[in-house]
């Protein structure tokens, strides 16, 4: 496993680095027209576009058809990718931490609420997008992953409302925001899990070539 998540490190260091660098600046600048902290809504998605990188990559250099020899099993080749994509998520929640950390410290507007809240809600939409397009990615050409992904993250926006509106139908979410949110969270948690078992199943079943 440690051997895989290297290997996909390696692959998309570059891309891992710029988009690393991309959220920093990009948070310094929204704090001119946005709220700085809401650039954590945005960063667990635009990290996480290494793993179709990945898998992309893998695809074109037959890497699946090597691995397949080796002493792993397909359920950690999966995992591999799935704890790749939480890894990255993760990054990308950091570094979009620095521009906020910076701007608490210069005593600007930052509330712990705030960083909950939109921290919350990104790491919702990565897990609801990647649950989503990890599995269609071994289901479909993985040249056309990435784009699945893009689609994907717009589909876990309408499903996190879906998820809200729901709440609120029990609690008044203006009054409880936080919990909801963090109730949103532990179902992206669930869904991300289901996805890995499905995608596990799919890439067990799948003819490697």
Known sequence: MKGI????????????????????????????????????????????????ISITSDAASKWNKN??????????????????????????????????????LLDIDITTQALCLYGAAGMSEALFAGGVSLPCAYLSDPEKSQIIFMLSFMASTGIIAGLILFINLFIPVKDHILFAF???????????????????????KQDII
């Open 182 to 204: 963090y109730t949103v969270l532990a179902i992206a948690l669930i869904c991300f899990f289901i996805s890995f078992k499905i995608a596990v199943k799919i890439y067990q």
């Open 67 to 104: 691995v397949i020899a080796m002493p792993i099993s397909r359920s950690q080749i999966i995992g591999g990718k799935y704890s790749f994509y939480i890894i990255l998520a993760v990054l990308g929640t950091a570094a979009a931490l620095i521009p906020c950390g910076i701007f608490a």
């Open 5 to 52: 998540l290297l290997k996909d490190l390696y692959i998309a260091k570059s891309n891992i680095l710029v988009t690393v660098v991309s959220l920093i600046v990009l948070g310094f600048g929204l704090s001119f027209l946005l709220e700085t902290s809401a650039l954590l809504m945005l960063a667990p998605a635009a990290s996480t576009t290494a793993v179709f």
